[in-house]
C-alpha cells in the first residue's frame, strides 16, 4: 500500500513538472509569434507631438528590465515610411527620459522647457548584436569623410554621374527677360525647381549616398528649420534611412507639416535654433546617429559643384557666373572650381548680404572670421543666417571666387518683386542675391556681356512673401503711405478723395479717425494707402497738395513714405 502512494505522488510530479514545461514552451511560442505580428506605431496628426526617445506610461509600469529583443530597422524593409511613423527600431537606441517633472530650466529665449537626461539601462549581454560605438565629445559634429586639402575636378565629376543615376534632374538655366533692362544677357539656372526647392539637394543626395550601410541602417539627425534639413529629410527617406529633425518649438506649423510628410520624424526641442542644434548632436552621441550639418567636406562640395558643369554646358561662351554666397559657401566655392577648371577666364562673383558679410571681411583679413557680431533680419536671412566659413572653403575662394560684393536688404526684396514680375516665379532671400547685385548697379563691368545667376532656392513661407511684396512695392516707388489731419467739416473727406484722383494715383486703404493719438481738437486723421501709375510722382505728392490747397481744407498736412 505505501509502495502504491508512493508511486501515485511520484506520478503526479512527473505529470505537474511536464505541464509546466509545455506551458512555458506555448508561452514563449505565443509571445515570439506576437513580437513578430506586431504592426508599426500609430502615425501622428499635427496637433500631437511625439517623440521616439521618450517612454510611455504602460512602458514605465512595466517591468523595470530593458527590452532585449532585436528588431529590424524601417530601412530593412521594403515599403515607403508613413508620416511620423518610425516602425520597430533597435533596443540599443536608449530612450530618453523625464528626470523630473516638476524641475524646469531657462534655454535662449527665456523659455521654461522641462529639464531632460539619459539615463543608461544596465548592461545586457546580446547574442549576436554590435555594441555601438562611444563618440568622444569632440566628435559630436559627424561628417562623412574628412575635409580635403582642395577640391578635385575628379569629384565633381563622379558626383555628377552619380547624381544623374540617382535621379536628379538638370535644371534649365534660360535667358531671362531682364535683359534688356539692364543691358546684359542674363541666364538664369533655375535651382529652385528641385524637389524641396533648393540646390543643397545635390549635395545631400551625394553624401546620403556615399554613407556605409551600417550608418544608413543606424540613421542621420539634423536640426533648425533650413533648405539643408528638408533636403536630407525627403532623400533620407528616399533612401530608406532613418532621419530625424530636431525643430525649435517656435517653427511654423506648415512647416512641421512638411517635414511630416517627407516621411521624418520631427522632435520640438528649444526654444532657439541653437538649443535644437545642441540636442541633436547629443542623441548623436549617445545613439550612435549621424549628425550632418553644412561642411566643406568633399563629397557635399563635389555634389554643389556639379552646378556648375551644368552651367558651362548650357550657356556657351559665357562670360561670368554671380552665385549668391550662402551657408558654408559650399555652393559658390563648389561652382567656381568647376567653372575654373573648365575655362579659367569666366568670372566667378559671389554675392552676400550687407548685414553680416563673413566671406567679405575674412578676405580682406586674410583668415577665416569664425563669428561676426551682426543683428540681421533672423526671419527674412533664414538659411543665409546659419552659416559658418570653414578653412577649407576660405582657400577655394581665394583661388577660384574672382570678386565678391554684398548687397542691401532693399535690393534683394526689390529683386524678389523683379523675379515675381518678369520671370513669374517665387524666390526668397538667398535665391535673389545674384540679380539683386545687378540692379544695384554694382557690376557695371557686365554690361553687354552674357551672364549666368544662380537662383539657388525658393523656401519662403507664404505670410512672409506677402510681407516682402509690400515692402518691395514702397521701396521701388510705387506704394506710399500718407497721413493727413483735415478739419472736422462735412465734406472735406470727399475733396481729400477728389484731389487724389486728379493726381493720377489709386488708393488701397484709408482710415479716418476723429480722435487720433497726434490729431489736434476738432480735427480728424486720415491714414491711406496708395500706389502710383508713374514713379515720378512719388516725389512732387506732397508738393501738389500743398499748393491746391488754396482754401486751407487740408489745416495741416504730414506726408511720409515708410522704408
Same mark, same amino acid.
Given at each position: 500500500?505505501?509502495?502504491?502512494?508512493?508511486?501515485?505522488? @511520484?506520478?503526479?510530479?512527473?505529470? =505537474?513538472?511536464?505541464?509546466?514545461?509545455?506551458?512555458?514552451? *506555448?508561452?514563449?511560442?505565443?509571445?515570439?509569434?506576437?513580437?513578430?505580428?506586431?504592426?508599426?506605431?500609430?502615425?501622428?496628426?499635427?496637433?500631437?507631438?511625439?517623440?521616439?526617445?521618450?517612454?510611455?506610461?504602460?512602458?514605465?509600469? %512595466?517591468?523595470?528590465?530593458?527590452?532585449?529583443?532585436?528588431?529590424?530597422?524601417?530601412?530593412?524593409?521594403?515599403?515607403?515610411?508613413?508620416?511620423?511613423?518610425?516602425?520597430?527600431?533597435?533596443?540599443?537606441?536608449?530612450?530618453?527620459?523625464?528626470?523630473?517633472?516638476?524641475?524646469?530650466?531657462?534655454?535662449?529665449?527665456?523659455?521654461?522647457?522641462?529639464?531632460?537626461?539619459?539615463?543608461?539601462?544596465?548592461?545586457? !549581454?546580446?547574442?549576436?548584436?554590435?555594441?555601438?560605438?562611444?563618440?568622444?565629445?569632440?566628435?559630436?559634429?559627424?561628417?562623412?569623410?574628412?575635409?580635403?586639402?582642395?577640391?578635385?575636378?575628379?569629384?565633381?565629376?563622379?558626383?555628377?554621374?552619380?547624381?544623374?543615376?540617382?535621379?536628379?534632374?538638370?535644371?534649365?538655366?534660360?535667358?531671362?527677360? @531682364?535683359?534688356?533692362?539692364?543691358?546684359?544677357?542674363?541666364?538664369?539656372?533655375?535651382?529652385?525647381?528641385?524637389?524641396?526647392?533648393?540646390?543643397?539637394?545635390?549635395?545631400?543626395?551625394?553624401?546620403?549616398? =556615399?554613407?556605409?550601410?551600417?550608418?544608413?541602417?543606424?540613421?542621420?539627425?539634423?536640426?533648425?528649420?533650413?533648405?539643408?534639413?528638408?533636403?536630407?529629410?525627403?532623400?533620407?527617406?528616399?533612401?530608406?534611412?532613418?532621419?530625424?529633425?530636431?525643430?525649435?518649438?517656435?517653427? =511654423?506649423?506648415?512647416?512641421?507639416?512638411?517635414?511630416?510628410?517627407?516621411?521624418?520624424?520631427?522632435?520640438?526641442?528649444?526654444? #532657439?535654433?541653437?538649443?535644437?542644434?545642441?540636442?541633436?548632436?547629443?542623441? *548623436?552621441?549617445?545613439?550612435?546617429?549621424?549628425?550632418?550639418?553644412? &561642411?566643406?567636406?568633399?563629397?557635399?562640395?563635389? %555634389?554643389?559643384?556639379?552646378?556648375?558643369?551644368?552651367?558651362?554646358?548650357? /550657356?556657351?561662351?559665357?562670360?561670368?557666373?554671380?552665385?549668391?554666397?550662402?551657408?558654408?559657401?559650399? @555652393?559658390?566655392?563648389?561652382?567656381?572650381?568647376?567653372?575654373?577648371?573648365?575655362?579659367?577666364?569666366?568670372?566667378?562673383?559671389?554675392?552676400?548680404?550687407?548685414?553680416?558679410?563673413?566671406?567679405?571681411?575674412?578676405?580682406?583679413?586674410?583668415?577665416?572670421?569664425?563669428?561676426?557680431?551682426?543683428?540681421?533680419?533672423?526671419?527674412?536671412?533664414? &538659411?543665409?543666417?546659419?552659416?559658418?566659413? %570653414?578653412?577649407?572653403?576660405?582657400?577655394?575662394?581665394?583661388?577660384?571666387?574672382?570678386?565678391?560684393?554684398?548687397?542691401?536688404?532693399?535690393?534683394?526684396?526689390?529683386?524678389?518683386?523683379?523675379?515675381?514680375?518678369?520671370?513669374?516665379? #517665387? /524666390?526668397?532671400?538667398?535665391?535673389?542675391? %545674384?540679380?539683386?547685385?545687378?540692379?544695384?548697379?554694382? @557690376?557695371?563691368?557686365?554690361?553687354?556681356?552674357?551672364?549666368?545667376?544662380?537662383?539657388?532656392? *525658393?523656401?519662403?513661407?507664404? &505670410?512672409?512673401?506677402?510681407?516682402?511684396?509690400?515692402?518691395?512695392?514702397?521701396?521701388?516707388?510705387?506704394? =506710399?503711405?500718407?497721413?493727413?489731419?483735415?478739419?472736422?467739416?462735412?465734406?472735406?473727406?470727399?475733396?481729400?478723395?477728389?484731389?487724389?484722383?486728379?493726381? &493720377?494715383?489709386?488708393?488701397?486703404? /484709408?482710415?479716418?479717425?476723429?480722435?487720433?493719438?497726434?490729431?489736434?481738437?476738432?480735427?480728424?486723421? /486720415?491714414?491711406?494707402?496708395?500706389?502710383?501709375?508713374?514713379? !515720378?510722382?512719388?516725389?512732387?505728392?506732397? #508738393? #501738389?497738395?500743398?499748393?491746391?490747397?488754396?482754401?486751407?481744407?487740408?489745416?495741416?498736412?504730414?506726408?511720409?513714405?515708410?522704408?
Amino acid at each position: 500500500m505505501l509502495w502504491r502512494t508512493r508511486t501515485i505522488l @511520484l506520478d503526479r510530479e512527473s505529470i =505537474s513538472c511536464q505541464l509546466e514545461s509545455e506551458m512555458n514552451f *506555448a508561452a514563449q511560442f505565443f509571445a515570439n509569434f506576437v513580437n513578430d505580428g506586431l504592426e508599426t506605431r500609430r502615425s501622428f496628426n499635427d496637433s500631437e507631438e511625439y517623440d521616439p526617445f521618450w517612454q510611455s506610461a504602460e512602458q514605465r509600469r %512595466g517591468s523595470s528590465k530593458p527590452d532585449c529583443s532585436f528588431h529590424s530597422g524601417p530601412c530593412a524593409k521594403d515599403g515607403h515610411i508613413g508620416n511620423g511613423r518610425l516602425g520597430r527600431r533597435s533596443t540599443l537606441i536608449c530612450p530618453e527620459r523625464l528626470k523630473d517633472f516638476g524641475a524646469e530650466e531657462y534655454l535662449n529665449g527665456d523659455v521654461k522647457v522641462f529639464e531632460t537626461s539619459v539615463s543608461e539601462p544596465p548592461e545586457v !549581454q546580446l547574442l549576436s548584436t554590435p555594441k555601438p560605438a562611444v563618440k568622444k565629445s569632440s566628435e559630436s559634429k559627424t561628417t562623412a569623410t574628412a575635409p580635403p586639402e582642395h577640391l578635385r575636378f575628379e569629384d565633381i565629376s563622379a558626383a555628377a554621374f552619380k547624381l544623374q543615376q540617382a535621379g536628379i534632374q538638370k535644371t534649365p538655366c534660360t535667358y531671362s527677360r @531682364l535683359s534688356k533692362q539692364y543691358g546684359m544677357e542674363i541666364f538664369l539656372k533655375k535651382e529652385l525647381l528641385h524637389y524641396t526647392g533648393s540646390v543643397k539637394e545635390r549635395g545631400v543626395l551625394y553624401l546620403l549616398s =556615399s554613407l556605409k550601410q551600417d550608418q544608413q541602417r543606424k540613421g542621420v539627425i539634423v536640426a533648425t528649420d533650413s533648405s539643408f534639413s528638408m533636403a536630407v529629410a525627403f532623400h533620407a527617406v528616399e533612401l530608406r534611412i532613418p532621419v530625424f529633425v530636431i525643430m525649435p518649438a517656435c517653427c =511654423s506649423p506648415p512647416r512641421l507639416r512638411m517635414y511630416r510628410d517627407y516621411g521624418a520624424m520631427v522632435i520640438s526641442y528649444g526654444s #532657439t535654433a541653437q538649443d535644437s542644434i545642441n540636442h541633436a548632436r547629443h542623441l *548623436a552621441r549617445e545613439n550612435g546617429y549621424l549628425c550632418l550639418e553644412e &561642411d566643406d567636406s568633399a563629397v557635399y562640395l563635389a %555634389g554643389l559643384g556639379t552646378v556648375g558643369l551644368e552651367i558651362y554646358e548650357q /550657356v556657351p561662351k559665357l562670360d561670368a557666373v554671380i552665385v549668391p554666397a550662402s551657408g558654408n559657401y559650399g @555652393l559658390l566655392t563648389g561652382t567656381a572650381a568647376a567653372i575654373k577648371h573648365l575655362n579659367p577666364r569666366i568670372s566667378v562673383i559671389g554675392v552676400e548680404p550687407e548685414d553680416f558679410p563673413l566671406l567679405l571681411q575674412s578676405l580682406k583679413t586674410d583668415s577665416p572670421i569664425k563669428d561676426l557680431y551682426c543683428n540681421p533680419n533672423k526671419k527674412l536671412y533664414r &538659411d543665409l543666417m546659419y552659416h559658418s566659413l %570653414g578653412t577649407h572653403c576660405f582657400q577655394l575662394a581665394k583661388k577660384t571666387v574672382d570678386k565678391v560684393i554684398s548687397v542691401r536688404e532693399a535690393d534683394a526684396l526689390v529683386a524678389m518683386l523683379r523675379f515675381q514680375e518678369y520671370e513669374r516665379s #517665387t /524666390v526668397d532671400t538667398e535665391g535673389a542675391m %545674384g540679380l539683386a547685385a545687378i540692379l544695384a548697379g554694382q @557690376l557695371p563691368e557686365l554690361k553687354g556681356k552674357r551672364v549666368a545667376v544662380v537662383v539657388s532656392s *525658393a523656401n519662403m513661407e507664404l &505670410d512672409l512673401v506677402l510681407q516682402c511684396v509690400e515692402r518691395a512695392l514702397v521701396l521701388d516707388d510705387r506704394v =506710399s503711405r500718407f497721413t493727413v489731419q483735415l478739419d472736422d467739416w462735412p465734406g472735406d473727406m470727399a475733396k481729400l478723395l477728389d484731389l487724389l484722383a486728379r493726381e &493720377d494715383v489709386r488708393l488701397l486703404d /484709408v482710415c479716418h479717425r476723429r480722435y487720433g493719438d497726434k490729431a489736434e481738437l476738432f480735427k480728424a486723421q /486720415v491714414r491711406g494707402q496708395l500706389i502710383y501709375t508713374q514713379t !515720378q510722382r512719388s516725389f512732387s505728392f506732397s #508738393t #501738389t497738395v500743398y499748393n491746391r490747397d488754396n482754401n486751407k481744407i487740408l489745416s495741416y498736412y504730414y506726408f511720409t513714405t515708410h522704408l
